[in-house]
């Protein structure tokens, strides 16, 4: 057997700076950040926008007249962060690969790109005679180009794009005064690049407390987590349970992801499901709801924000967000993961301390949550009397 050098992990649908990325390259720079900034403008208070760009004016300027003496920078400093009351601000000096950048810009929607400068997954081509040879130069940048952009008085693709780019006349074409046009394909990209709602019943659970399996109370004609799985499926495209190796046996006529995280509880379940599919946004339940039911889970889910890292239920009894009917969208894997460097494995306080959209349930009491074995003997009696069983 040939010897892997690493472990084979499923690798998150990244460029170099984010999921949702374009380079926009054949004009001048000039041209390229008004563009960007139409586009952000015309698209801001619907989507997080960044915009990538160089600055090689100031940093020869910097050269030669030394760097602004009330910085920080200009005595040594290798980082310096400035609350700008409205923004925040920070200055590094170091080398940032593709690694780094994507940490910075995990929780953005979409970046644009100056692509005179950077490269980046997708491209977005303006046809300017000024910067036709420069174009030509950079055919190896044009990967996956999305639109092609006429300025003024152009007309035609040129030639050698043409024959770079075989599928040249599938790509749209569009004016570059027609920001709303320009606007409406990002946006529509946007829209497509949504995550797919996957299911995870989180069943993994000891249930010291209940002395029992939870997941296995039947308060609904089935085992409760089969219920939950039942439930997700109907909404879900793809439904697992979250579980130790040794239930794998007897979960095996279902979809299943072990944990991989020993010892982290519901925190590892989460992670776990991120380290199969990184690309997807888990709807993650766990199996002491007796009461949750579609409409509720329905609500959660027609209340979805994929610009925020998680969407979750407000849960009146501890005044907090509920991790555990929630969804978590792709970007909250790498947030999970920096709590979980810096020594924390509560999903909670990860909500608490992000943006996330909080829902406040139409019937709060389907968060009501069964540990021992006399809620769940009054829960049992509650439903029964309920539904006249």
């Not at 007249?65 to 409205?86: H, Q, V």
């Not at 910067?131 to 035609?156: M, N, P, Y």
């Not at 590892?268 to 199969?276: D, E, P, T």
């Not at 709060?364 to 069964?370: A, T």
């Amino acid at each position: 057997m040939k010897h892997k050098k690493h472990t084979k992990l499923n690798h998150p649908n990244l460029g170099e700076f984010g999921r949702n990325e374009w380079a926009i390259i054949g004009t001048v720079c000039s041209d390229i950040k008004t563009m960007a900034f139409q586009i952000i403008e015309h698209l801001q208070g619907e989507y997080r926008l960044a915009y990538v760009d160089a600055d090689h004016k100031s940093a020869d300027a910097e050269a030669e007249n030394g760097r602004d003496e009330k910085s920080a920078m200009a005595f040594g400093a290798t980082l310096e962060y400035t609350d700008k009351i409205s923004f925040h601000r920070f200055d590094e000096e170091r080398k940032i690969s593709k690694f780094q950048f994507r940490q910075y810009f995990n929780e953005q929607d979409g970046i644009l790109v100056n692509g005179n400068h950077f490269q980046a997954k997708k491209q977005i081509v303006v046809i300017d005679a000024r910067k036709k040879e420069s174009l030509e130069k950079k055919l190896d940048r044009l990967t996956d180009v999305g639109l092609f952009v006429l300025t003024d008085g152009q007309t035609e693709i040129y030639p050698f794009l043409k024959t770079h780019l075989p599928n040249w006349q599938t790509i749209p074409t569009l004016e570059i005064s027609n920001i709303e046009g320009l606007s409406t394909s990002i946006k529509t990209e946007l829209i497509a690049n949504k995550a797919s709602l996957y299911g995870l019943v989180l069943a993994g659970g000891k249930s010291q407390r209940m002395g029992r399996d939870k997941g296995l109370i039947d308060y609904h004609g089935k085992p409760q987590r089969e219920f939950l799985h039942d439930l997700l499926s109907e909404i879900c495209e793809e439904t697992y349970f979250s579980c130790r190796t040794e239930q794998i046996s007897e979960l095996k006529k279902f979809k299943t992801i072990p944990d991989t995280f020993d010892d982290l509880g519901p925190f590892g379940g989460i992670l776990s499901a991120f380290r199969q599919n990184p690309d997807a946004a888990w709807l993650v339940v766990a199996c002491d709801l007796p009461l949750l039911d579609k409409e509720a889970i329905t609500e959660l889910v027609e209340r979805q924000n994929h610009s925020k890292i998680a969407t979750s239920f407000y849960s009146e009894e501890t005044d907090f967000p509920e991790p555990l009917i929630a969804i978590w969208q792709p970007r909250s894997y790498s947030v999970l993961l920096q709590f979980l460097a810096q020594g924390y494995a509560c999903p909670r306080k990860v909500l608490i301390n992000s943006e996330i959209e909080l829902v406040y349930p139409k019937r709060p009491e389907v968060l009501k949550n069964v540990n021992h074995p006399r809620e769940a003997d009054d829960m049992q009696a509650f439903l029964h009397g309920k539904t006249g069983d």
